[in-house]
């Protein structure tokens, strides 16, 4: 079971770190991504770390603002959002899968555990 939280309302050009424990299993040897949805949108890739813990697969549309880490020993993964964007504002969710290849951890659907969902709301 996977647990977001660490969402909230923000201005604009502010920061927010959203963390995802997970429980009842261990993340070491899982991928790990984010992924968001806004209003009336798909659900979008936004970071991923693959199953040996390396972080650095990114929307074009978050790089060199947001930031995927985890920690294996406390089975958590974090995302550390900077200078936000209205853009930005969505629904964040957490996942994970043991079996995703690199060249899939942009895929949704190759995730079979997901966090319930975090808002994140960028204003104005």
């Known amino acids: 079971q996977l647990q977001a939280s660490g969402g909230g309302l923000v201005q604009a050009g502010g920061s927010l770190r959203l963390s995802c424990a997970a429980s009842?299993?261990?993340?070491?040897?899982?991928?790990t991504g984010w992924f968001r949805q806004a209003p009336g949108k798909e659900r979008e890739f936004v970071a991923a770390?693959?199953?040996?813990?390396?972080?650095?697969v990114y929307a074009d549309s978050v790089k060199s603002r947001f930031t995927i880490s985890r920690d294996n020993a406390k089975n958590t993964v974090y995302l550390q959002m900077n200078s936000l964007k209205p853009e930005d504002t969505a629904v964040y969710y957490c996942?994970?899968?043991?079996?995703?290849?690199?060249?899939?951890?942009?895929?949704?659907?190759?995730?079979?555990?997901w966090g319930q969902g975090t808002l994140v709301t960028v204003s104005s």
């Open positions: 009842a299993r261990t993340i070491r040897g899982y991928a």
């Open positions: 770390c693959n199953r040996n813990s390396i972080c650095t």
């Open positions: 996942a994970a899968d043991n079996s995703i290849i690199q060249s899939r951890l942009w895929n949704a659907v190759q995730y079979d555990y």
